[in-house]
């Protein structure tokens, strides 16, 4: 394989940068830059030149000899120091001395996928953890990174293998007397398998949100103070506030770090009948962001006022408490009281849904879980019909066998890979 070299840290001025060099060549690729011997394995102090011998800078160079290394290849990293016209000089002596190339968005990731280092969940897990905001996410991302799908694909698979292999036992021997009757450990293996992708598939929901960030949008009646509340809550002037009904004719949205969760705030047009066609689009808009949002605060004195319904989660606050005298369950974005409640409520609310959140993150496993148990189901079925169906039963199974392989892209995933590397940086 080629010999690859990127900036593995952040573009930019910075006290260190981080230069990743994988590949049969990346030792020697370094040591061509330095003018002398690197360990296999280790670390020291060098200086960099280029092939006119002029000084570039002063690097600790990091030797690590694969298979022990993040890509399964001999690695060399030069930690040197981050200004852009360091960095430029290295990169382009590693152009001119070692025949080597700059890598592809995220090549070091797929080396390490195809060199046994990671698999593809693990490898959507590293590129979570890499856009984690929040420390819901960076939890969430971790669990992926350390492998925790790829164990439980892995658990089910061989409980499938189990299961196929009894079946097929018993069509071997369809001709003789088989002594055990294997049905019941076959179907309590089935059961179990069904019963962890059900569970699982419940959980992808919640967990896409996590990774992707909940909705809260804010609801209610023209001029109630619902901007100023955003305003308020995102520590900005976000949205036009005015005393003028009908202001806001568009959603704003305001994300935001909200106990550790992604949440993006969403101010909504008023909702009132009008004859104003613009701001009849941002009401009909409005309706079709409440309606898909995790949670609708409702700013408004009374919910027979709107003709949305409120659902589940859903809190209601009365509008403009510095303005009034009954003060119970209301709300003043103006002057902010009410407002640590209200932040408490949202987090309570969202914090009991993630503790149902899955390992599985995205619509491909979703979609992977799925055919593995839709594969199950039949299967389930056709081994009711007796032993004479055993072999359309353990070509179900192989199909969810196949399907659990997927997740973790063992199989049928080649489609999927350049687009997902190619949401990686260079270094990666």
Known sequence: MDTIFALASAQGKA????????????????????????????????????????????????????????TGEDIAELQIHGSSAVITSVLQALSDVTGARLANPGEFTRRAMENGKMNLAQVEGLADLIDAETEAQRHQAQKLLEGALGDAAERWRLKLIRAAALIEATIDFADEDVPVDVTPEVNALLASVCNDLDRELTGVVIAERIRNGF????????????????????????????????TTRDVIEVRMDLAGLPVTLLDTAGIRETSDFVEGKGIDLARVRAEKADIRVFLVEDMGDLDIVKRNGDIHVRPKLDTRLDRHGAISGLTGEGVDELVASIASELTRRTGSAGIATRERHRNAMRDALDGLNAGRLVLENGPEFYDVAAEELRSAIRALESLVGRVDVENLLDEIFSSFCLGK
């Open 15 to 70: 006290g260190v940068a981080v230069i990743r060099i994988s590949g049969p060549a990346a030792h020697k690729a370094a040591s061509e830059l330095c003018r002398s011997e690197l360990p296999e394995r280790g670390m020291c102090l060098k200086i960099l030149r280029n092939t006119q011998g002029q000084v570039l800078d002063q690097a600790l160079i990091l030797t690590f000899q694969g298979p022990a290394s993040f």
């Open 215 to 246: 909705e809260v949008a804010i609801v209610g009646p023209p001029n109630v103070g619902k901007s100023t509340l955003l305003n308020t809550l995102a520590g900005r002037e976000a949205a036009i506030t005015s005393e003028f009904e009908g």
